[in-house]
């Protein structure tokens, strides 16, 4: 077997092994999905917000197992955080919390990031007042 | 974890040595070490061995003796034919491949493109069939070579080579073959096929890696790839790796004797591994025709799911398989055979190859069919895609990748 095998650490074995909330969310105020078959994975992550809050993320993932992990990561670390935070994630906090990857394997991590950003302006898109909680519902 | 049974699907990548084979290596290693060039009995008693090995080489083939050059490996015996065709005749500047071969055939064609020399890559239809007219067409006064492979590693399709080597014949153009993936599956040889060059690999039979021939039929024009001494008739230069020929000739000669019942055997598992497949897993194609094809090779492809994953938890369960896809060496396109044929990029991404060997047993094939469809359904679980959505078509692919390549480049520099 390749050395990637290998090179995958425990912390990301765990999260492709048992992936921490996979799913879409029927209800969800923000949807992104990114990448495409013909350049690597695809991930979709969608959110549910209430107070400028992020309260759920749910992911579902098309790739390797690091792509995997890298999406249950990410939704694990944005679970709690405000918009404005979440805005500012980036794919260094995914790497950071699964102990490294691979190299060749860093741009999983960074399609974590995009589709986490997408959900978001799919969010501030539909709310365009994200600072006004009790914006009327949809 | 390191004691559990390994249930071996990639054939095709390798194969054990045969205990036989060992064996007769040996003796090499211990009393018979001498150089078979050298001028005193304890050197040169080894080049008997050398020929008796070189003889069963090439009856595996059909060959003469006399028309068998040893060579380290598949790909040195690929680089040495079209280098040799191309240097035999200085005059023509031109080759035709096809865009399916090994990437030891690809690769040294590029390098030849990037020094002016021009290649014609042929293109295959969906199963992975090449057109005879067009390869007819294709060729030009100035062509050296023709190299087609005789049985594609990834899907198993097997190239009508008799076919083409017939209208290189009439067309005055040297034919190569490269019969890596063939030898030991099929029957193969050389005056069937009515090629000039073959190329062979011996670990893909049961012999060691860092072994292989190259063909050259007799009277064929020849330029020596690796320069030095008068080894293989001056044809290949370096002392002789005479334990290695000595377990490739034990090899070749175990492979013949035992060709018809493995294939037979082999093939069976095989289509009994590939036709519940099919009809197990929902949304799963064969990759390449069902026939001509060896009978050891399938190529399926899961939809909605990516290979490596699916190898992961397979490697979890000991079981050993290869994607079509290129991922796992850092490249971020799908496999070039698979996209040659047509195959959408979600598609080649999800294709596994399963190459069963003289090891593989019913219950091996059992293993993988009590696990494998429950690996693909938890997949498609976590996947985003479906047959509603097979790829998200909303998403700027070219920007992607120029991303990605700055990535790769700071990553490589830094």
């Known amino acids: 077997m390749s050395d990637i095998y290998t090179l995958y650490n425990e912390t990301v074995m765990d999260h492709f092994m048992n992936p921490r909330n996979l799913g879409d969310l029927a209800d969800a105020d923000g949807v992104g999905e990114v990448g495409a078959a013909a350049c690597g994975d695809i991930m979709k992550i969608s959110l549910k917000i209430k107070d400028g809050r992020i309260e759920d993320a749910r992911f579902k993932t098309f790739g390797c197992g690091s792509a995997i992990a890298s999406s249950s990561m990410a939704t694990e670390l944005i679970k709690g955080r405000s918009v404005q935070e979440a805005l500012h994630f980036s794919n260094q906090d995914v790497i950071q919390a699964l102990g490294g990857l691979p190299p060749v394997k860093i741009h999983c991590s960074v399609l974590a990031e995009e589709a986490i950003k997408a959900a978001l302006d799919d969010y501030l898109k539909r709310h365009p007042a994200p600072a006004a909680p009790a914006a009327q519902p949809t | ?250 090899a070749a000669e175990l492979a013949l004797e035992r060709l018809a019942e493995s294939s037979r055997r082999i093939g069976a598992l095989r289509d009994r591994l590939e036709e519940t497949l099919l009809a197990a897993v929902p949304d799963t194609v064969r990759n390449g025709a069902k026939e001509p094809r060896l009978p050891n090779t399938s190529s399926l492809a899961f939809d909605f799911v990516e290979a490596e994953a699916v190898l992961m938890l397979l490697d979890q369960l000991g079981i050993c398989a290869s994607s079509g896809s290129a991922c796992t060496t850092g490249s971020l396109d799908p496999s070039h055979v698979l996209q040659a044929m047509g195959l959408s990029p979600m598609r080649a991404r999800g294709s596994l190859r399963f190459s069963l060997g003289s090891t593989t047993t019913e219950e091996d094939v059992d293993y993988l069919l009590a696990h494998l469809p429950g690996i693909i359904r938890r997949l498609r679980a976590i996947s985003p895609l479906c047959a509603a959505h097979p790829d998200n078509d909303r998403y700027d692919v070219a920007a992607a990748r120029a991303r990605q390549a700055k990535e790769l480049t700071s990553l490589a520099n830094g």
């Open chain 2, 1 to 250: 974890m390191s004691e559990r049974k390994i249930r071996y699907f990639d054939n095709n990548a390798t194969t054990p040595v045969a205990p036989e084979v060992v064996e007769a290596m040996l003796p090499f290693y211990t009393e018979l070490w001498g150089n078979p060039s050298s001028a005193y009995g304890f050197g040169h008693q080894v080049a008997g061995h050398i020929e008796a090995a070189r003889a069963k080489v090439a009856a595996l083939i059909g060959a003469e003796p006399r028309e068998v050059v040893f060579t380290s490996c598949g790909t040195e015996s690929n680089n040495t034919a079209i280098h040799s065709a191309l240097m035999a005749q200085p005059d023509k500047r031109h080759v035709v491949s096809t865009m399916v071969e090994h990437s030891a055939n690809l690769k040294y064609c590029e390098f030849l493109r990037q020094r002016g020399f021009e290649v014609t890559y042929l293109p295959v239809d969906g199963g992975g069939a090449l057109d005879l007219g067009r390869l007819e067409a294709a060729l030009r006064p100035d062509t050296a070579l023709v190299s087609v492979m005789l049985a594609n590693n990834e899907t198993g399709v097997l190239f009508p080579v008799a076919e083409v080597a017939a209208i290189c014949r009439r067309k005055g153009v040297l034919c190569h073959t490269d019969a890596v993936q063939a030898a030991g599956k099929i029957p193969v040889d050389v005056r069937q096929l009515g090629v000039d060059l073959l190329s062979l690999s011996a670990h893909k039979l049961h012999a060691p890696k860092g072994i292989g021939l190259l063909y050259v039929k007799r009277r064929t024009r020849f330029q020596p790839y690796l320069m030095g001494g008068h080894q293989e008739k001056g044809r290949r230069g370096g002392t002789e790796n005479v334990a290695y020929m000595v377990g490739f000739g034990r």
